[in-house]
């Protein structure tokens, strides 16, 4: 049996992959395998709050899955929006706070609005952190912020001499939010699809091979047994035991 007192990841980020395999498996169209990984999404949040992750980022749609389908985009839309309508309330209830990040230029508006009335009516809460990639791409990420970084310099509200990876951070849609510990992919595939780039500096990776609707519980905590058994080094030596000698 697992055991969560300690070690335990402060922020988990997970690529929730495999949905329409996980269809095709079942003989159904894409669809119904987005509507069974929401339910899996929300399981993964209410277990994230037991053990103790104080943020978990769901990559829920990526700035190159507009390439999809236009019929799977706009289920996948209106799955958001529903998500939106029915969860927030829970979710503020629970404590959590949501925050979004991705590019917000030319989404829907009634998307827009959703996004923003949760992340304003869940601005005060103090548990968990659930951070919801939407729209979201890295490249166009640190893009938007080298835009955002110029026009400050251009306009004098910042000197080029304290652009330095603390200042690049802050201008990041995930400015503080600490980068995180530990990456889970399901269903086998083992890339990042152009999720946190810049944070995933030194997270750990672990590659599940369930497709997301079969991502339960304890493939959930087998992955994140499998994180406290990594070495971190961060490019420094681990510390060598000093033998005692009398
Ligand atoms: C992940 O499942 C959900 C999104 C990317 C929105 P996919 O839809 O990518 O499922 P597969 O990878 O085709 O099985
Ligand atoms: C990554 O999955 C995006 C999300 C999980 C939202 P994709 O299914 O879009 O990634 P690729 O196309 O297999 O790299
Ligand atoms: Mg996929």
Wanted: with cysteine.
């Amino acid at each position: 049996m697992q055991t969560f007192s300690n070690n335990i990841p402060e922020h988990v980020a997970i690529i929730m992959d495999g949905n329409g395999r996980w269809a095709k498996e079942q003989g159904l169209p894409r669809s119904a395998g987005h509507k069974k990984g929401v339910e899996t999404l929300r399981q993964v949040v209410t277990t994230s709050g037991e053990i103790g992750v104080k943020y978990l980022t769901l990559f829920a749609f990526s700035s190159e899955n507009w390439s999809r389908p236009a019929e799977e985009v706009g289920f996948l839309m209106g799955l958001l929006k529903t998500f939106m309508k029915r969860d927030l309330g829970k979710l503020r209830d629970k404590n959590v706070r949501v925050r979004i990040i991705g590019g917000r230029e030319n989404l829907q508006l009634d998307i827009l609005k959703l996004l923003l009335e949760a992340e304003e009516s869940t601005a005060q809460n103090t548990g968990l952190n659930l951070v919801i990639a939407f729209n979201y791409g890295a490249r166009d990420e640190i893009a938007r912020a080298t835009k955002r970084i110029a026009a400050d310099v251009k306009s004098g509200l910042l000197d080029v001499n304290d652009i330095n990876e603390c200042c690049v951070s802050s201008y990041l849609d995930t400015r503080s939010i600490p980068d995180p510990e530990l990456i889970i992919r399901s269903s086998g595939e083992q890339r990042l699809s152009n999720f946190l780039l810049w944070q995933a500096a030194y997270s750990e990776f672990v590659f599940v091979d369930e497709l997301w609707p079969d991502f339960t519980k304890d493939v959930y905590l087998c992955a994140i047994d499998k994180f406290k058994s990594r070495e971190r080094r961060f490019g420094g030596v681990v510390p060598q035991k000093v033998a005692v000698t009398s």
